[in-house]
């Protein structure tokens, strides 16, 4: 990989690395399309971002120096910190990344780990990490009290566990930007739907309605049905074990009848 590797890139390599792939190696091919739900979470990227700013602890003073969306990059890295704070009197710094979520996820802290690396990397010293979420607890009362809309999580324990394995990441994703992984069903990530754009190149025409829209389906039954060429949901065995709501669901399908347990129905509606 000759360019430097970003955030989003290392991010989208974690995600799914045939999609990191195709963008570091067919970047045309690779288009995301700009929804309004995109542009919709986007803006409120952008608003959230406004009222942490309001927040105290991001004004600056004689003893300390703050950025947003400050850029660190090496030949090899290039990440970009929602805000940093900078100890003027011994140079190092802290990291925050901002979220418009209720809680710390997993990929918070695979995000905050690259930024970590790319920032010592460029020769910083990274003392603290935090990840901004949301307070689902606060309650609006008159005007929005920036304090209280937010919990600045402290993370700097949990991405010092994490900087060996992200070490190793990054250079595996370099990797794989290099090497011409094999087009596979089977093995596609389980966890998502068909909707990525690697295995779109690959396989086009596939059905809209696929085993992989079966509720519940255990991966292993998944690709057992995929290894016999098995994608579109109407093309299940009659005889392939499953349970009894995915059976129906099968043969809703087969069908293309809708299914109404209207006696279900009613035992939940005389629950309420």
Not at 87 to 112: F, M, R, T
């Amino acid at each position: 990989m000759k360019d430097r590797l970003t955030k989003t890139e290392y991010l989208r390599y974690l995600s799914c690395p045939n999609e990191f792939w195709l963008k570091a190696n067919m970047p045309l091919l690779f288009t995301i399309e700009e929804t309004l739900e995109y542009q919709h979470l986007r803006q409120q990227g952008y608003e959230v971002e406004r009222y942490v700013k309001m927040l105290e602890r991001f004004q600056a003073n004689d003893q300390i120096a703050i950025d947003f969306q400050r850029v660190f990059q090496t030949n090899q890295l290039y990440a970009r910190s929602d805000a940093v704070i900078t100890d003027n009197a011994a140079g190092i710094i802290d990291i925050y990344e901002i979220k418009a979520a209720a809680s710390v996820k997993p990929e918070h802290l695979a995000d905050v780990a690259f930024q970590k690396v790319a920032a010592e990397s460029a020769g910083f010293t990274v003392r603290n990490c935090h990840v901004i979420t949301m307070n689902g607890e606060y309650v609006r009362s008159g005007e929005i009290d920036p304090e209280q809309l937010f919990i600045i999580n402290d993370v700097t324990a949990e991405i010092a566990g994490m900087l060996e394995d992200t070490e190793k990441q990054i250079s595996a994703a370099r990797i794989y930007a290099d090497s011409e992984p094999a087009p596979s069903l089977v093995d596609y990530c389980m966890d998502n739907k068909l909707d990525c754009h690697y295995i779109k190149l690959h396989f086009p025409g596939l059905p809209d309605y696929t085993v992989f829209d079966i509720a519940f389906l255990k991966n292993d039954k998944r690709r057992d049905l995929l290894s016999q060429g098995i994608v579109a949901i109407t093309d299940v065995p009659d005889d392939f074990k499953l349970s009894d709501k995915q059976r129906i669901q099968v043969n809703a399908a087969k069908s293309n009848e809708i299914v109404i347990d209207r006696r279900k129905i009613a035992e939940r509606m005389d629950a309420w």
